[in-house]
């Protein structure tokens, strides 16, 4: 089945502690995003990766590392997690960064920073 | 000012009407744009992508784009409780290559 992974689905941290959120995606998909949602923001893009060691910056990537080693996998990391990231991560990917009509998100991350 | 923005909503309409959303973009670079549909909870799902000026019509969703006045809007005809949901409006590419920008969201009521 095509699809969009993202682990964990539900995390609690607390403030300072490194995390990662893991992205992958089994349908060989060159492009690749990370994107939070926040009550009346809608989704805001924090970075995206046109394809395997090629990533740039969204809208919002202040406090966000991304890295795109293999075509399937692209992990969002919060180095020193604060309380204003708390939010809503959603991965999703398409087949190519041109055109992102296929763009398949993943089932979204629901992140609490204390 | 925002890069995309929708009418904010929440709009509510009754059952079997025509469902209205809009949206403009500050980018004339942007090059396609999109609608998501999100019910509550649970992911966007892409509902059309629009290229060219004009109109283009999938069963009861039609969307219109206006590069020249930076406009595009969804039209959802003969509307039924099932769509209610937010919309999402996206638009690709521009100043920076890649880069999807959305709009805030509309929530869209329709009741019987």
């Known amino acids: 089945e095509a699809q969009v992974t993202q682990n964990p689905r539900y995390l609690i941290t607390v403030t300072g502690k490194k995390l990662t959120v893991t992205c992958s995606q089994n349908?060989?998909?060159?492009?690749m995003s990370w994107y939070r949602q926040d009550p009346g923001l809608g989704l805001r893009q924090i970075y995206y990766s046109m394809n395997v060691e090629v990533t740039d910056k969204g809208d919002v990537p202040e406090g966000y590392k991304v890295s795109r080693k293999e075509k399937r996998n692209f992990p969002l990391i919060l180095e020193s997690p604060s309380p204003n990231q708390t939010s809503l991560y959603f991965c999703a990917s398409s087949y190519r960064g041109g055109a992102p009509e296929t763009q398949y998100f993943g089932p979204g991350t629901r992140l609490l920073v204390l | 000012q925002k890069e995309v923005e929708q009418n904010s909503g929440p709009l509510s309409v009754p059952e079997g009407a025509i469902a209205s959303l809009n949206c403009t973009y500050s980018?004339?670079?942007?090059?396609?744009f999109f609608w998501y549909r999100q019910y509550s909870g649970k992911s966007p799902e892409l509902i059309m992508f629009?290229?060219?000026?004009g109109d283009k019509e999938d069963g009861r969703f039609t969307a219109q784009l206006n590069k020249a006045s930076q406009y595009v809007s969804l039209l959802i005809r003969d509307s039924q409780p099932s769509d209610s949901a937010t919309y999402l409006c996206?638009?690709?590419?521009?100043?920076?290559?890649?880069?999807?920008?959305f709009g805030q969201g509309t929530i869209l009521t329709v009741h019987p």
């Open positions: 349908m060989n998909h060159e492009y």
């Open positions: 996206a638009g690709f590419g521009g100043t920076s290559y890649g880069k999807l920008t």
């Open positions: 629009i290229y060219s000026n």
């Open positions: 980018d004339r670079g942007s090059q396609s």
